[in-house]
């Protein structure tokens, strides 16, 4: 493998019927790299994280995860959805253990790694709790510990922080860095908000919409682990600034 | 004790003021008790009549419950293949209905003849009323499962068969329970019903729908009454039984069953 990227999409096209929502998108990601997708709603943002979990083919082009398509490696790579989808009929323990249980782990082995899990994301103490027993930043973090269960090589999240406060979720970034750092997988993160893509990612693709195209790509050069204070760095500020001048400069025209 | 006050008082009111309604009926008009038997003499009747009310009542409710399970069971199955597949809700739905709108009375001939007047006939009927509410809203239940749920289930690389599982099955399961508290509201008197079209006394008294056509015939109008109540105590432990199923199933999780916090 060497040099050769592990995440490799090309020319890749995707249309709803006639409508084009993606159009030749090109990009290589490393082993590591943590990518935030940002752009206006319509950009086929989701579109494209769902290509590369293997749920929605494209309709043009290749995707290729260490050169094989996405299907293939399915195994490694996990989803972290807009809502929290824990099924509200099973306790915490029992809907971060389900990925496994689907891959028909031994139930020791699974209850061991379940525990793991919610002592990486402190839901120790929620373990048997429902759902809807817990708040917002607590379901997210569930659902984290569900998607890290299986050890992913690839982690695609869908704007998972997008429904909670601001201070949830700040504080869920710096946790998702952390976590990365003792378990490490290659990211893709759709987000509407500049500060997460930057203080996440240490690349931001932006994408123009309808047809989706890639408008800007945006290099992040500070060192993980970031901790809270990089928010006040002046060079963090930089380039908030910077982005959202890029993301300003593809929003659609006004009406 | 607040709460059982405020849980009690109402209904006892209002079930005052229809008794002191029915007396002031009889008091006032010249509705005899053939006509209009009173409460207590509705009990009176009931109490002369307990043994072979009794018997009816046992049978009806081994009809009732007979042609529940049926309607539970065949329901859920038919319901899960109907899920499976657009092509079988297209060609299967029409005729689930139209044995719905089919009027019980025009079948019954058909039973009797097939099946002899007696249990099988009025179970039959039974199943027959109670399948339909199962069959709409289990199916409804099985395919209105939440989206983001099955892309889950996809990208966990879950097999059709667990999906059915551990996703569409839960998801149903409310549906389900919703559904079974209707068809346990119909039973009784599905099998009521039955027992009047189909009913026999050939082995033993029949059932309340058949001691309905003789207390008629014996011009035994507070003995009719005192079968309908029975009928209606059956009713409430039927749908009461059920209604404790639905709180134990879904009592943990499930919004219909949680109080508000």
């Known amino acids: ?34 990518v935030s997708l940002i752009g206006p709603s319509g950009c086929g943002k989701s579109t494209l994280l769902r290509m590369i979990a ?4 494209p309709s043009a082009g290749a995707i290729q995860v260490e050169g094989q398509p996405p299907e293939a490696v399915r195994r490694d790579m996990f989803f972290v959805f807009q809502d929290a989808t824990l099924l509200p009929w099973r306790r915490v323990a029992s809907n971060v253990g389900l990925p496994l249980e689907l891959r028909r782990e031994a139930p020791e082995r699974r209850r061991e790694r379940v525990r793991e899990m919610l002592d990486l994301v402190d839901l120790l103490p929620a373990a048997d709790k429902y759902p809807w027993q ?25 704007e998972p922080f997008g429904s909670l406060d601001e201070m949830s979720r700040d504080r869920l970034n710096e946790d998702l860095l952390a976590l990365r750092e003792r378990a490490p997988f290659t990211a893709f993160f759709v987000t509407h908000s500049v500060a997460e893509a930057v203080f996440l990612s240490n690349r931001i693709v932006v994408l123009s ?6 408008a800007a790509r945006i290099e992040v050069p500070f060192p993980y682990p970031r901790r809270g204070e ?15 001048a890029a993301l300003r400069s593809v929003r659609p025209a006004p009406r | 004790m607040n709460r059982l006050r405020q849980n009690t008082l109402p209904p006892l009111v209002a079930g005052g003021c229809a008794l002191l309604i029915w007396y002031g009926i009889r008091w006032t008009t010249h509705l005899g008790p053939f006509l ?17 009310l009794a018997e009816a009542t046992a049978f009806t409710f081994a009809a009732a419950f007979l042609g529940f399970v049926a309607a539970a069971g065949i329901g859920f ?25 089919t009027p019980v009375i025009i079948l019954t001939p058909f039973l009797v003849l097939w099946m002899r007047q007696g249990l099988a006939p009025v179970v039959t009927i039974t199943f027959i009323i109670c399948f339909f509410p199962v069959v709409a809203n289990t199916t409804f239940g099985f395919t209105a499962v939440d989206r983001n749920l099955v892309d889950l289930f996809q990208v966990c690389g879950a097999s059709r068969f667990d999906e059915l599982l551990r996703l569409r099955v839960p998801s149903a399961l409310p549906h389900y329970l919703t559904a079974l508290r209707i068809a346990a509201s119909l039973a009784p008197i599905g099998a009521v019903t039955g027992d009047f079209l189909a009913g026999s006394a050939e082995n033993s008294i029949g059932g309340l729908g058949f001691m309905t056509i003789t207390y008629f015939a014996e011009a035994k109008t507070a003995e009719l009454l005192a079968a309908g109540l029975t009928a209606c105590l059956m009713g409430f432990i039927f749908v009461g039984g059920v209604h404790l199923l639905h709180w134990w199933a879904l009592h943990a999780w499930h919004d219909s069953a949680r109080r508000a916090e």
């Open chain 1, 134 to 158: 817990l708040s917002g930043g607590m379901r997210m973090r569930a659902s984290l510990a569900r998607a890290l269960s299986i050890a992913p090589r690839i982690l695609l999240m869908d």
């Open chain 1, 1 to 34: 493998m060497g040099t050769a990227s592990f995440v490799r999409l090309r020319n890749v096209s995707k249309s709803f019927g006639a409508v084009p929502a993606l159009e030749a998108i090109d990009l290589e990601v490393q082993r590591g790299d943590f």
């Open chain 2, 36 to 52: 209009l038997p009173l409460p207590h003499e509705i009990l009176e009747a009931a109490w002369r009549e307990r043994h072979t």
């Open chain 1, 54 to 57: 293997g749920i929605a083919p």
């Open chain 1, 230 to 244: 990089l928010r006040e760095d002046p060079q963090f500020l930089g380039l908030l600034a910077q982005t959202t």
């Open chain 1, 209 to 214: 919409p309808s047809p989706g195209r890639i």
């Open chain 2, 77 to 101: 199955l038919l319901s899960l293949f109907l899920s499976w597949s657009v092509a079988f809700r297209r060609a299967l739905m029409p005729f689930v209905l139209a044995l719905q709108m």
